[in-house]
């Protein structure tokens, strides 16, 4: 069970910290990723965190966006900064068990609701 947090209306250029908070005991040894839904496209991959800590980031994200892990409260976060209006969407957070795959839907078998996320201009 993920449930997310976070989402918000900012100005181009601020931040935002999108939190997904994790239900179970073995949430350390889950891969997390981050994925986003604009208004008519397609979900697309933010980022993800292995249960090692490694850190794997789209093109789109790399230098503005940081995702890390509070594995003793459960907790896998998204900070978003200089964000810009081609940002804005649905962010949903996923898992997987022990995965070593990132970058597809596929890829998960968990999923969130989600947080809408709105950058102004």
């Known amino acids: 069970h993920l449930v997310e947090s976070g989402g918000g209306l900012v100005q181009a250029g601020g931040s935002l910290r999108l939190s997904c908070a994790a239900s179970?005991?073995?949430?350390?040894?889950?891969?997390m990723g981050w994925f986003r839904q604009a208004p008519g496209k397609e979900r697309e991959f933010v980022a993800a965190i292995n249960w090692n800590g490694g850190t794997y980031y789209a093109d789109s994200v790399k230098g503005r966006f940081t995702i890390s892990r509070d594995n003793p409260n459960n907790v896998v976060s998204l900070q978003m900064n200089s964000l810009k209006p081609e940002d804005t969407a649905v962010y949903s957070c996923a898992a997987r068990y022990r995965s070593m795959r990132y970058y597809q839907l596929r890829d998960y078998d968990y999923w969130g609701q989600g947080t809408q996320v709105t950058v102004s201009s």
């Open positions: 179970g005991r073995t949430f350390s040894s889950y891969t």
